[in-house]
C-alpha cells in the first residue's frame, strides 16, 4: 500500500500506539500531522527533522485547539487525507454508584470527546475533497460493561455509536469512517501493570497500526462503520 501522495494526521502520537501509527505510515511514503497534548513528548518520539513531518501540540479535548491544530496542518499541507483518532485513555474507577463526575467527565472528553472535536474540524475539508479516511480506535471494552469500568466502557462505547454514525452520514460523500476495537495492547505500561499476564497473547502495536493501515487505504473503499475487534491470541 502506498501512501506517496496522502497527508495522514495522527492524534495521541507521542504514545505506544501513536509512534507506531505513525511510523507504519511514514514507511507507507506518508506526510504526517503528528498531534500530541505535550510538546516535549512529541519532540522526544520525533526529534528528526523532517520536510514530510508536522508536529503540533494541541489540547484535543478543547474544540477550539482541536480547530486551531487543523488549521495549522492545512496551513502546511493543503488537505487531510486520513485521520487516525489515537488520542485516548484508561482509568479504572470505583463502582457505577460511586463514580465521581470528573471521572466520568475525563473519560467521556478523552475518549469520545476527541474523536468529536476532530471530526468537527477535519470533516469539512474532506467534504470540499469528496473524499477521506477516519479510523478510530474503540476497545473490546465497549462491547461490554465490567465491573469498576463504567465510565471507560461507556466511553468507549459512544465511540463506536460516533463510527457508525459518521459513517452513515459520510459514506455517500467519498468518506470511509471505521473503527478498530483492540484488546490489550503490548506496551511498556500494560506490561508493568500486569506483570502475572502473558504479553504474547495480546496485540502489538505495529500489528494494530497495519489494520488501520489498510483501513486507510483505497482497498479498504467498500468498508463503512465496521467496529473491527484486534484481538492478539486473546
Request: net charge neutral.
Amino acid at each position: 500500500m502506498s501512501f506517496n501522495d496522502k497527508v495522514v494526521l495522527v492524534t495521541g502520537a507521542a504514545g505506544n500506539l501513536g509512534r507506531a501509527v505513525a511510523a507504519a505510515f511514514a514507511a507507507a511514503g506518508a506526510s504526517l500531522v503528528l498531534v500530541d497534548l505535550n510538546e516535549a513528548a512529541l519532540t522526544s518520539a520525533y526529534p528528526e527533522q523532517d520536510q514530510r513531518r508536522l508536529l503540533l501540540a494541541a489540547n484535543l479535548m478543547e474544540a477550539a485547539s482541536a480547530q486551531k491544530a487543523v488549521e495549522a496542518a492545512l496551513a502546511r499541507f493543503k488537505r487531510i487525507d486520513c485521520l487516525c483518532n489515537v488520542a485516548g485513555g484508561f482509568r479504572m474507577g470505583p463502582p457505577v454508584h460511586e463514580t465521581p463526575a470528573d471521572l466520568w467527565k475525563l473519560m467521556m472528553d478523552l475518549n469520545a470527546g476527541t474523536v468529536l472535536n476532530m471530526a468537527q474540524a477535519v470533516v469539512p475539508g474532506m467534504l470540499a475533497a469528496g473524499s477521506g479516511k477516519i479510523v478510530n480506535i474503540g476497545a473490546g471494552g465497549g462491547l461490554k460493561g465490567g465491573a469498576r469500568m463504567a465510565a471507560y466502557s461507556a466511553s468507549k462505547s459512544a465511540v463506536i455509536r460516533l463510527t457508525e454514525s459518521m459513517a452513515a452520514e459520510l459514506r455517500d460523500k467519498g468518506i470511509n469512517v471505521n473503527c478498530v476495537l483492540p484488546s490489550t495492547i503490548d506496551t511498556p505500561q500494560n506490561r508493568a501493570d500486569m506483570p502475572k499476564a502473558d504479553p504474547k497473547k495480546w496485540v502489538t502495536p505495529e500489528d494494530l497500526a497495519q489494520v488501520m493501515l489498510f483501513l486507510c487505504s483505497d482497498s479498504a473503499r467498500a468498508i463503512h462503520g465496521a467496529a473491527i475487534p484486534v484481538n492478539g491470541l486473546s
